[in-house]
C-alpha cells in the first residue's frame, strides 16, 4: 500500500475512514445518509485520493517556526478559496471512547455523537500545524467543515481553503500588497494552516502537554 513521503513507519495509514467497533448502526446510518445541505466530493476527486496530490508532509526548516525539527503540511499546487483540499481520516468513534490524551480527535457530529481521532492512524491532514507563530501570520488559511464523500458513500470532515493567511507587516506598501491577495487563496508550497481554537491552547497550558514523537508540534 502507497503511503505518502515523510509518513511515519510506525503510523497506519488510512485509505479510507476506519470505524470503531463502538459505532452504533444509527451513527452507521447517519454517516451513510447523504443530508441535502453538504456539498459532495465526487468519486473522481483528487481531495479524496490517498495519497492526497494536493498536498505533501515536509518538515519544517525555519528554527522560528513553533514545530521547527518536526513536520507541517505543505500545498502542492494552488487552490482556489472554498476548494476542498483533502479529507481528514483517522478511527471514527462515539464519545464513549474519546481518549482525554488525543490532540488528533475532532468532531465529525455532536448530536449524533460521532467523532474522528486520527491519533493512532490517519493520513495527510494529521500533520496541519495551527496558525498561531508561524511566519508572522495572522489567521488560518484553512478550515475543517464536512463533506460528503461519493468515493466512501460517508459524511467525512474536510478540510477547506479560506483566503489566505495574511502576514503581518510594518511597511505599509508591503501591508497593501498582502491585502491584495487576501483573496487568492492557498498557493503552491504554502504551509496549510488551520486554527485548533482557543480553548484547545488554554487546556494544552493547563495540563503542560507537548507535542508527540510523530512529527507535529500542536494538534487539533
Known amino acids: 500500500m502507497s503511503k ?16 470503531g467497533k463502538d459505532i452504533s448502526p444509527t451513527q452507521t446510518q447517519f ?15 483528487p481531495a479524496t485520493e490517498t495519497p492526497c496530490p494536493h498536498v505533501k508532509i515536509q518538515a519544517i526548516q525555519d528554527p522560528l517556526h513553533p514545530a521547527y525539527g518536526q ?28 481518549s482525554d490524551e488525543s490532540d488528533y480527535d475532532l468532531w465529525l457530529d455532536r448530536e449524533m455523537d460521532v467523532a474522528t481521532d486520527a491519533a493512532g492512524e490517519g493520513n495527510e491532514a494529521r500533520f ?16 475543517f467543515g464536512n ?15 479560506l483566503g489566505g493567511a495574511k502576514k503581518k507587516s510594518k511597511n505599509k506598501k508591503k501591508e497593501k500588497d498582502v491585502k ?16 485548533y481554537g482557543r480553548g484547545f491552547w ?19
Open 71 to 98: 513536520h507541517g503540511l505543505f500545498a502542492t499546487r494552488n487552490i482556489a478559496p472554498g476548494g476542498l483540499i483533502l479529507v481528514y481520516l483517522g478511527r471514527v468513534h462515539g464519545q464513549g471512547t474519546t
Open 31 to 45: 454517516l451513510r445518509t447523504k443530508p441535502l445541505h453538504l456539498p459532495a466530493a465526487p468519486a473522481s476527486s
Open 147 to 161: 463533506v460528503w464523500c461519493e468515493r466512501w458513500g460517508e459524511v467525512c470532515v474536510g478540510v477547506w481553503a
Open 202 to 220: 488554554e487546556d494544552r497550558r493547563k495540563s503542560g502537554h507537548g507535542g508527540g514523537d510523530d512529527g507535529r508540534a500542536a494538534a487539533l
Open 180 to 195: 491584495k491577495n487576501d483573496g487568492r487563496g492557498i498557493q503552491k508550497g504554502d504551509e496549510i494552516l488551520v486554527s
Open 4 to 19: 505518502p513521503k515523510n509518513w511515519p513507519i510506525s503510523l497506519p495509514y488510512l485509505k479510507a475512514p476506519l470505524h
Open 128 to 143: 496541519m500545524n495551527d496558525y498561531r507563530g508561524v511566519g508572522g501570520v495572522d489567521r488560518a488559511n484553512a478550515q
